[in-house]
């Protein structure tokens, strides 16, 4: 792989954190169970057109969510703005998704899983779909993405190294649901030009 890959590389006009294109990962659920979903201090960032979409679909998903995440959902809705001025999905004893629901020892996304099973066109939202990628807004139109390194996701490093897989094509399917499909293939190119 190149050395002399610049920190911050221009897309599009995405800028994105050349770590995208250089650093390995591969979610592993087998040993991980999901843990994003339930650590962590703030809900996953969402939209206001997000918001929306999760209200339309609450009633499907409802009864998948815990009695406690129901309480919150109840109290203060299916988002609130957080210390950092955000909004993002509500949480459940200041750490677990109100939107987590669980198969055994593994957490699942009840939105996921009711996306999943055809009952609604809504997946989730893409901030949890893009993760470990964070997208910054920096107003006038300029978008930053980083690679947000988490210690619950080292499993997840390791399996990308094992398997030769960086973060942008793990990540594949939603980076093109979120910035389309000519921004992808150009994002490929220039990893290809720069040895990625």
């Known amino acids: 792989m190149a050395n002399n890959i610049p920190p911050i590389l221009d897309i599009g006009g995405i ?7 250089t650093e390995p990962f591969c979610c592993d659920y087998e040993k991980c169970k999901g843990i994003c979903c339930v650590e962590g201090d703030a809900g996953a960032p969402v939209s206001m057109e997000e918001i929306a979409n999760i209200e339309e679909v609450l009633g499907i998903v409802w009864s998948d969510l815990s009695a ?42 009840a939105l996921e899983k009711a996306y999943r099973n055809g009952k609604t066109k809504f997946c989730k939202p ?10 910054k807004n920096f107003g006038g139109g300029l978008v930053g993405l980083n690679y947000n390194r988490w210690v619950v996701c080292r499993d997840a490093i390791e ?19 979120r910035f389309g499909q000519e921004w992808y293939d150009e994002l490929c190119e220039v990893a290809r030009q720069l040895g990625c």
């Open 15 to 21: 800028l994105i954190s050349s770590e995208i294109l």
């Open 68 to 109: 406690s995440a129901q309480s919150i959902i109840d109290r203060q809705g299916v988002a609130y703005t957080d210390k950092d001025g955000e909004l993002v999905t509500s949480i459940v004893r200041g750490r677990d998704c109100v939107f987590t629901c669980y198969d055994g020892d593994n957490c699942l996304c």
């Open 126 to 135: 893409i901030s949890c779909a893009l993760y470990p990628i964070r997208e």
């Open 159 to 177: 399996k990308g190294k094992a398997l030769g897989l960086p973060v942008y094509k793990f990540l594949k399917e939603p980076l093109i649901r």
